[in-house]
């Protein structure tokens, strides 16, 4: 198991956009899917993407295709993920989570290991 880390949330104005981080907090993220999840107030989780390791299928839920991209930078063990034009609809907690395997099945929001999350306020 490797420790999930999520950084870069902040406040920001519909169609601004915003970059979050995803590190490992120990060990390495090169071998591993990387799953981005969302979750806002009263809501249920809501899948954003998944990216595999290796080059393996990168998939985007519908609400955010286009918009949103996700990439990985092996050399800094860092997962990223690019939100542009971003919409009111779009505000939530942010998590990274992962299941330790190596390619994503398409979207969801089951895996054993998460981060902590990190806020997407967005608001005039």
């Known amino acids: 198991q490797v420790p999930l880390v999520e950084s870069g949330g902040a406040m920001v104005r519909p169609g601004g956009s915003l970059r979050l981080a995803c590190a490992a907090g120990?060990?390495?993220?090169?071998?591993?899917?990387i799953a981005w999840v969302r979750q806002a107030p009263g809501m249920a989780r809501e899948a954003v993407a998944c990216?595999?390791?290796?080059?393996?299928?990168?998939y985007y839920g519908d609400s955010v295709k286009g918009r949103f991209i996700v990439s990985r930078d092996n050399a800094k063990n860092t997962v990223y993920l690019q939100m542009d034009n971003l919409k009111a609809e779009d505000a939530a907690v942010y998590y990274c989570?992962?299941?330790?395997?190596?390619?994503?099945?398409?979207?969801?929001?089951?895996?054993?290991?998460w981060g902590q999350g990190t806020q997407v306020p967005v608001s005039p």
């Open positions: 990216i595999s390791s290796n080059n393996g299928p990168t």
């Open positions: 989570a992962t299941d330790s395997l190596a390619n994503c099945r398409g979207l969801g929001v089951d895996y054993p290991y």
């Open positions: 120990t060990g390495t993220l090169d071998y591993y899917l």
